[in-house]
């Protein structure tokens, strides 16, 4: 069992996710309930989810992925968006409301349906809010460098989507 490494790219990621969920202020970690989930304009400057702290990182198994290689591919892809949902859960345990897992599902064409339209042309991963589930698509162009840094990046750019 690897561990999932923490490159730059990676650890900036995370800097930068931290604070906008922190502010700057690197409020203290509760772990009571905070209160009810404002809505509106209110949502983007009062949500408790700010209070919780810093969304600390997680060692989770890697899964090895090699270069045009759908299989391992899907392989990782299989392992890391529960890595991704053990990290949330853990920071919105400490508010409400509770975290919801998003659906996930690797496609092996672009056009089908996500349960938001299709799967867009030129897109990599779609989040849909609807069904609260995470397509991603991966294409020869990302098969071609199947870095897991490439592939993490971008869900958790989507898990990032569904958070909000």
């Known amino acids: 069992m690897r561990i999932i490494r923490i490159p730059l790219i990676a650890l900036l990621s995370g800097v930068l996710v931290s604070t906008l969920l922190t502010g700057t202020a690197g409020a203290a970690v509760t772990t009571e309930r905070l209160a009810p989930v404002p809505t509106g304009k209110a949502a983007l400057t009062a949500n408790p989810i700010y209070k919780t702290g810093k969304l600390e990182p997680d060692a989770c198994p890697e899964q090895p992925v090699y270069n045009d290689d759908l299989e391992t591919a899907e392989t990782y892809l299989s392992f890391a968006p529960d ?13 409400k409301p509770p975290f919801s897992k998003p659906r996930f599902a690797v496609t092996a064409r672009i ?31 990302i098969l071609s460098q199947a870095i897991e840094l490439l592939l993490f990046q971008t869900l958790a750019h989507e898990c990032g989507h569904h958070v909000q």
């Open 83 to 95: 890595c991704l949902n053990g990290g949330w859960e853990y920071q919105f345990s400490k508010t």
């Open 111 to 141: 056009g089908v349906p996500t349960g938001c339209g299709r799967f867009p042309k030129g897109a990599q991963a779609v989040h849909c809010p609807a069904n609260k589930k995470i397509t991603f698509y991966p294409s020869k162009g």
